[in-house]
């Protein structure tokens, strides 16, 4: 019987383990709720019922976390402990018995109430909305504010390609001359001081299912934010495309404020294909047509959803496509010493001398994170005297859905030699890994339904311009921004690169554990090879992919539509 289960909703970073084992020992179990949603309700029932231990913990990191202690109270009650205790922030520990559940319970129906009356609200909403024509985009003189709206029903950004991307988008807005007022729903936003931060509280309790809050923030975002909209100082709306919120529609239409809606891809398909589903599908779709249909203008970061956008019916002339970007000066080798290189890997167990082969990410179903775990897994195998002998050790910063499978890969005794894992690491500290890596892996792998894969992943421009070496799979975007670049099957025929070679990184077929394993191994071998390859693609890098260049042709898109908007209504056609 374990000493103590920690029951979380999303995965426990490693800060809040850290924090667990100090507090209650280092024998803990963490369990997250979210890795349990695939089962049935009776299965999870089983799964926590054998959780036998002296304690269940639910631990609060924030403040917004309150509102989901209802839920998770009940279901830790469901583990036998001796005690059950719910972990404030500031480290207070608060016993909770069968009085407390009964008045948690009764608070989540009343909200489960509420939030089923703003559900149906939402939904004749975007019905109506619909069938409404979109508003005309007008000039906006002297306007210099943009709202930038991450209305994601989520708590707890603090890495990830998402953070990377509202970062890069608002610091470039900022620098172009336009005040940023950022509508989240944490506390520390993923955006620069100088910007205009508005909190959007939480419900004081959660509903369930937990697919219903969605509608709810959505009602709350529009109060929030509609009495700060002016249309006299703001340019535009810029919303990123969230499940179940459509609220950049309802403030434009009700300032007159141009809208311009980010897609990454469609939310109700990544969650139906990369997540556990998603509740409520029909109010979803209607929501998430409600805002390409009424944006003025359609950011996305790659062909493939280019050509789905077109397909829905969007307008070409709506649309700007450029791919993701990242931060020069973040992620600027020259910031990180020697010294302070060689405290961070002494602090993971790794020597100077060792080669770092480094994978970063959240552990997406599409990072093909278990592909890497293979190809090692098949290196301790097969050639571990040879990773000795090249003193080859293997980083995974991060986490999320797919890292049990990985650690399950990577389980023989014999991988503990070569593996290091950090757990979650906040975005800003993600530099530093970078900097003591010598090679990154990209190891994408295709959609699972057989569309075409359609990610701008921004770790790969991160790798890019630390100037590291690079293996990744020659995936759609991928292969693009890394072309020209070595294939995996030549590389037994390459001589040493001389200061004239272009090429940007090893590419593998996707899904092909063996040539990782292979690539790998080359790049381990080939000093000459590495740097120059890491030479090339930080020039790319800074010349191609900056935030200011993405935000540019943002800007340069707005004033297209503008342009089109003022000929049609002069009756001046453009060519």
């Keep these: 019987m374990v000493k103590t289960v920690s029951l979380t909703l999303q995965t426990a970073s490693a800060a809040l383990r850290e924090r667990i084992d100090t507090l209650f020992g280092p024998d803990t179990m963490y369990v997250d709720l979210s890795s ?43 583990v036998p402990a001796r005690q059950h205790i719910v972990l404030m922030p500031d480290d207070e520990r608060r016993s909770f018995g069968y009085l407390v559940l009964i008045g948690g319970v009764m608070r989540v129906l009343c909200a489960t109430i509420k939030s089923a009356i703003f559900i149906i609200r939402c939904h004749c909403e975007a019905a109506d909305l619909l069938r409404q024509p979109r508003i005309p985009l007008t000039t906006r003189l002297g306007a210099d504010q943009v709202a930038y709206l991450f209305v994601n029903f989520t708590s707890g950004l603090v890495a990830g390609g998402s953070y990377g ?27 620069r001081k100088t910007a205009k931060y508005e909190r959007i509280s939480l419900p004081n309790t959660l509903s369930f299912p937990l697919g219903l809050n969605q509608y709810w923030f959505h009602t ?95 307008d070409p002339a709506r649309i700007v496509t450029y791919p993701n970007g990242v931060d020069s000066d973040m992620f600027d080798p020259d910031r990180f010493s020697s010294e302070a290189n060689t405290a961070l890997r002494t602090s993971l167990g790794l020597k100077a001398s060792a080669k770092v082969v480094t994978f970063v990410g959240t552990f997406g179903h599409w990072h ?34 797919t890292m049990p499978r990985v650690r399950e890969i990577l389980s023989d005794p014999a991988c503990d030699e070569f593996v290091r894992y950090t757990g979650t690491v906040p975005q800003r500290e993600c530099p530093r890994y970078l900097a003591i890596s010598d090679i990154c892996i990209a190891p994408h792998i295709p959609n699972a339904d057989g ?62 554990a063996g040539q990782l394993a292979k690539a790998i191994v080359f790049l381990a071998q080939s000093s000459a090879w590495s740097k120059i390859l890491g030479r090339n693609a930080r020039r790319k890098a800074l010349d191609q992919y900056s935030w200011r260049v993405h935000v540019d042709r943002i800007i340069k898109g707005f004033e297209r539509v503008q342009e089109l908007e003022w000929s049609k209504k002069s009756g001046i056609g453009l060519e």
């Design 165 to 191: 991307h509202i970062a890069g988008v608002c610091g470039a807005l900022m620098d172009r001359g336009y005040g940023v007022e950022f509508y989240h729903i944490d506390d520390g936003p993923p955006v």
């Design 368 to 401: 093909g994170a278990e592909v890497l775990a293979s190809a090692i897994g098949s290196l301790v195998a097969d050639r571990a005297a040879e990773l000795r002998r090249l003193d080859v050790k293997f980083l995974w910063v991060g986490d999320g859905l």
């Design 220 to 314: 709350l975002a529009v109060a929030r934010m509609q009495p700060n909209l002016s249309a006299k100082t703001h340019a535009f709306i810029y919303q990123r495309l969230a499940l179940g919120n459509f609220a950049g529609v309802v403030l434009s239409r009700a300032t007159g404020i141009p809208l311009i809606v980010e897609y990454n891809g469609s939310e109700v398909w990544v969650a139906r294909n990369w997540s556990y589903g998603v509740q409520f599908r029909k109010t979803a779709e209607m929501s998430e047509e409600v805002l390409l249909r009424h944006a003025h203008l359609i950011v996305t970061i790659s062909d493939p959803l280019r050509e789905e956008l077109v397909a829905r019916g969007v």
């Design 451 to 512: 569309t075409k894969f359609f990610g701008s992943p921004t770790k790969l421009f991160e790798y890019m311009v630390m100037g590291k070496a690079i293996v990744a799979s020659a995936l759609d975007q991928i292969g693009e921004v890394l072309s020209p670049g070595v294939r995996a099957e030549d590389l037994g025929a390459l001589q040493e690169p001389g200061e004239d070679e272009d090429r940007l990184a090893v590419l593998t077929v996707p899904g092909d």
């Design 36 to 78: 349990l949603r695939r089962f049935s309700y009776l299965r999870i029932f089983k799964e926590l019922r054998a959780y036998r231990c002296e304690a269940v913990v639910v631990p609060i990191e924030k403040l917004n976390d309150l509102a989901i202690m209802p839920i998770i109270t009940a279901v830790a009650a469901v």
